[in-house]
């Protein structure tokens, strides 16, 4: 089955629709993971004042950073495993004494680890984006896969790329699978994914879809997600973070 990434643009669901999606399911994994560090999808709705921010990370060093400003949408991706990962340790160049250059140096030459964007995946970004691209926390993470969608642009764009042909690619066709936008997508990922809360009983598809629908989250829709929560207190900041509407 195909699934949304660069090669498949169109697999992605619209802008109009990308906040809320990802609002939604950052909603539902605060609901099912009340620990932050073990969610996958997290949400800031004040990230600054004029921007709003996604964070997806595994725990295995792939992450996908999603920013939403008054210019556009900006997703950028790191998969960690892809031929595309240009981190490489690079030899630093050392200033050498009149003594390491008579009699040479015994010293362990000294690296550092410096990234290299493959050649057009960030060629053609739309300035407006270089702040996010180029600064933290996405220099840091790196870049493998990045995607963006302007205020003036009709569809989702990408630069001429040379993909790598290793099974990964550019990892975007895994980072990118709950970004189609159907409920169903995120129900048998999420079963998978905390397949120990799944263990013993289902997660309901029509609670699923509920919440991408933007319905207000309740007490008992809460507790048919998630029977053992019981920090409403915490939940109710996570939510409010996260800028969906609820009553808890």
């Not at 001429?160 to 169903?184: A, H, Q, T, V, W």
Request: charged residues 35%.
């Amino acid at each position: 089955m195909d699934k949304p990434s660069t090669e498949n643009l169109k697999l992605i669901t619209n802008p109009e629709n990308l906040r809320k999606l990802c609002k939604s399911i950052s909603a539902i994994e605060a609901i099912i993971s009340p620990e932050w560090e073990y969610r996958y999808y997290s949400y800031q709705k004040d990230w600054s004042e004029t921007e709003e921010f996604c964070e997806m990370r595994n725990g295995q060093g792939d992450h996908m950073l999603i920013l939403f400003s008054n210019d556009g949408i900006c997703i950028n991706g790191f998969d960690h495993e892809s031929e595309m990962n240009g981190w490489k340790n690079t030899p630093i160049e050392e200033k050498k004494s009149f003594i390491d250059k008579l009699f040479g140096s015994k010293k362990e030459p000294k690296t550092e680890l410096i990234q290299e964007i493959p050649n057009g995946v960030v060629t053609e970004l739309p300035e407006v984006f270089n702040e996010f691209i180029f600064g933290e926390p996405v220099k840091s993470i790196g870049t493998t896969f990045c995607i963006w969608n302007t205020k003036t642009d009709t569809d989702w764009k990408i630069g001429k790329i040379n993909f790598s042909e290793d099974k990964y690619n550019d990892g975007s066709s895994d980072l990118l699978e709950l970004l189609d936008g159907k409920p169903m997508t995120y129900k048998k990922w999420a079963e998978e994914y905390y397949e120990e809360d799944f263990e013993n009983r289902e997660l309901k598809l029509e609670l699923i879809e509920k919440i991408y629908s933007g319905i207000n989250i309740s007490r008992e829709l809460v507790l048919e997600i998630n029977p053992k929560l019981d920090d409403f207190e915490k939940l109710r900041t996570d939510l409010n973070e996260i800028g969906y509407e609820h009553e808890i």
